[in-house]
């Protein structure tokens, strides 16, 4: 409690005396401010006049109209008025105030004239304690360790909180801290920076008086996340998409195979403390068509068709909410096995007899194929049948099973081939991908040899073999089952078949038809199997150039058995014909890409596409009657640049009118009239041919 007294200072024994005091309210932080003012004299009889009054910082009371009535011989103090008035302190508890008394008096003490008495001072008030103060362990702290916060109690019955604030979100706040305690220690979890590496906490110290809050004090802290505080992999598991088991495709699991297969990639990760995994960066080859990297918020993903072989090693990163935080990549790796197109690499056939000895006229065929395909890791089963016309390939013989481990027959196969009949026996390779029967190679099995054969009635001579001419109404022929060179020019009236190769004077195989005349249909065939020369119908097919309708013609030209040409030539569906494209096969290697051969619009305005990639663009444009100019569209926009524009009048009177070309562009050009003649502008309907070049 503050408290205190002054007294005015008259010159005569009649004065003002002020005794104050004051009780402070913590909690409101406020005080009680009491003052009484005497009147300090010996006898005197008066009444306070109208200008009398007693003020507290402020706050003003009159008390006009009080009567003093007293008889003393000596200085004695006669109360005349007390006031009390409630002082709001500031907020850091301190307070100044001015406590003023007046009296009206208007009078003569000791002969001298007294108008008013006044006293007045400033005086200080107790300071109300206010908020604790405040320290902290560290200015900077990573999380996941403990801070001490340090109060210093501004009032050993403070009770305190401690609040820790990031951004404009309280993070927590404490319990009640119990009156007397000076130390409250907290850890920071990660959990409180889910997506920021660092941060700027508040630490803010509550102090209470009772239930009521006094006031707070802060403190600034930087919270850092650890840099080894990042996401983990904790597995990477591959399951390969239609692999292949025990000669099958199967939609999950088996081995995985070059060109067929997919990879699934699963992967397991937990993200850094106290935050959430954001997305996944996998890697591998063909993991995302033909790049090697995806990136994907799922922890799940499927790579494209594998488009290699060997060893293959996949990865992935796992990323979350904060910023570069990632985790090691966990890598796994795959066996994919090559895989090539089974082949019937060869096949021969000669007349036996039944326990295999060669004999040109057995009616056993000893036959022998060579065959090769992709074990695939010995998921993959490879089965040759051997069919032959005797039957019209009706009957299939299984001469290479899956058990088999050798790619090699070569046995005694069939029985009842009439010697003199010609047959072909035709050797056809399936594997778990290719199951049907287009995968093949034939051979001849020609007549019994004989060096020159006349047919039973005369109407047939054979040089090499028996004719095979066996009626007596047919017709006469003449067959050769030996090489034959001619010396001279061969005139053909009809037909003709070879079984063997045709061959020009030089010696150089030009062609390898297996016949001259018609030609084969193709359905539903990969049309990279198709290695015979021959002229072929196709519907459905498989591997022709993309955009193509699907009906088409195929022409196979055969330099040599490894070098092989392929034109296709589009028919569309109304029968017109349509693109044409070209193709090349050499040494065993793939086939090239189709290239399309000229590409042409043929209308007034139109264009012509070649091989090259040049491509030339041509129309007509009507002019107005201005010398404006004319904006003019090619029918397709050239894809790199155009080249070169030329204009040409179609007009010819007295109007002489010439163009000159601007603004040439990918999309078009600008064609500007000007008039030679006596006129100014180009007559009206006047149109100018024009011709574009470019790539």
């Known amino acids: 409690m503050a408290s205190g007294n002054f007294i005015s200072s008259t010159g005569t024994n009649a004065n003002l005396y002020v005794e104050w005091s004051s009780a402070t309210n913590v909690a409101a932080n406020t005080s009680s401010v009491t003052a009484v003012v005497y009147l300090r004299s010996y006898t005197m009889r008066f009444t306070a006049l109208a200008n009398s009054y007693i003020t507290i910082n402020g706050n003003q009371l009159k008390f006009n109209g009080k009567a003093v009535n007293k008889s003393s011989s000596s200085l004695t103090n006669t109360e005349l008025v ?133 006031g707070s004090t802060d403190k600034s802290v930087t919270v850092n996340v650890p840099t080894n505080v990042v996401p983990k992999v904790t597995s990477l598991t591959p399951t390969i998409v239609n692999g292949l088991s025990g000669g ?60 290699s072989n060997g060893s293959l090693t996949y990865g992935v990163i796992a990323k979350d909410g904060r910023p570069n935080r990632q985790s090691a990549q966990k890598t796994t790796s795959v066996t994919v096995y090559p895989y090539a197109q089974p082949q019937i690499t060869s096949i021969t056939a000669e007349r036996c007899l039944a326990d295999g000895t060669p004999n040109s006229d057995g009616t056993c065929a000893k036959v022998t194929v060579k065959a090769s395909y992709s074990p695939v890791g010995g998921a993959n089963q490879r089965v040759v049948t051997l069919y032959s016309s005797k039957d019209n390939y009706a009957t299939g013989t299984v001469v290479l099973a899956a058990t088999n481990t050798t790619d090699t027959y070569s046995n005694v196969y069939g029985s009842g081939f009439a010697a003199g009949t010609s047959y072909t026996i035709r050797a056809v390779i399936t594997d778990a991908y290719n199951t049907g029967t287009a995968i093949q190679k034939s051979v001849t099995l020609g007549v019994a040899e004989r060096t020159l054969n006349i047919a039973k009635h005369g109407n047939g001579v054979s040089v090499g073999g028996l004719s095979s001419v066996t009626s007596s109404t047919a017709d006469g022929k003449f067959e050769c089952h030996w090489d034959a060179d001619f010396k001279k020019g061969l005139n053909v009236a009809g037909g003709i078949n070879v079984a063997g190769g045709l061959h020009s004077p030089t010696g150089v195989s030009t062609t390898s038809f297996s016949s001259l005349t018609g030609y084969k249909q193709l359905t539903n065939v990969d049309i990279n199997t198709i290695t015979f020369a021959g002229m072929y119908g196709c519907l459905n097919c498989t591997n022709v150039p993309s955009g193509a309708y699907v009906y088409g013609m195929l022409e196979v030209i055969m330099y040599s058995s490894h070098w092989l040409i392929q034109r296709y030539t589009s028919i569309n569906a109304n029968g017109t014909i349509g693109q044409k494209y070209e193709r090349s096969y050499y040494g065993g290697a793939t086939w090239t890409a189709w290239v399309q051969q000229y590409t042409v619009s043929a209308s007034a305005n139109g264009y012509q596409k070649s091989p090259t990639g040049i491509i030339t663009q041509w129309g007509t444009t009507t002019a107005a009657a201005s010398t404006s100019a004319i904006a003019v569209t090619f029918p397709i926009s050239f894809p790199s640049r155009c080249c070169s524009v030329i204009c040409q009048n179609t007009y010819s009177n007295s109007r002489n009118t010439a163009y000159s070309v601007a603004s040439v562009g990918q999309n078009g050009f600008s064609a500007h009239p000007y008039v030679t003649g006596s006129n100014a502008v180009p007559a009206v309907g006047t149109a100018f041919y024009w011709m574009a070049i470019g790539y």
């Open 82 to 214: 007390r006031h009390t008035v409630t002082v709001s302190h500031d907020t850091d508890g301190k307070k100044s105030i001015t406590i003023t008394a007046n009296l009206d008096f208007n009078g003569t003490v000791s002969g001298t004239y007294i108008d008013d008495i006044n006293a007045s001072k400033t005086v200080t008030l107790d300071t109300i304690p206010r908020s604790s103060g405040l320290s902290v362990s560290a200015t900077s702290i990573n999380t996941d360790t403990s801070l001490k916060a340090t109060i210093a109690p501004a009032n050993s019955t403070f009770t305190h909180k401690v609040a820790y604030i990031i951004g404009n979100t309280t993070m927590f706040t404490s319990p009640t801290i119990a009156a007397g305690t000076k130390e409250y220690s907290y850890t920071i979890p990660s959990s409180w920076l889910p997506k920021l590496n660092s941060a700027n906490m508040v630490v803010r110290l509550f102090t209470y008086s009772g239930s009521t809050l006094i």
């Open 248 to 307: 099958k495709v199967v939609s999950t699991g088996g081995n995985c195979v070059e060109g067929k297969s997919q990879v699934k990639l699963v992967a397991a990760a937990t993200a850094g403390s106290g935050s959430t995994l954001s997305s996944y960066v996998f890697s591998g080859p063909n993991i995302n068509g033909t790049a090697s990297t995806l990136t994907s918020t799922s922890a799940t993903v499927t790579s494209s068709i594998i488009r």
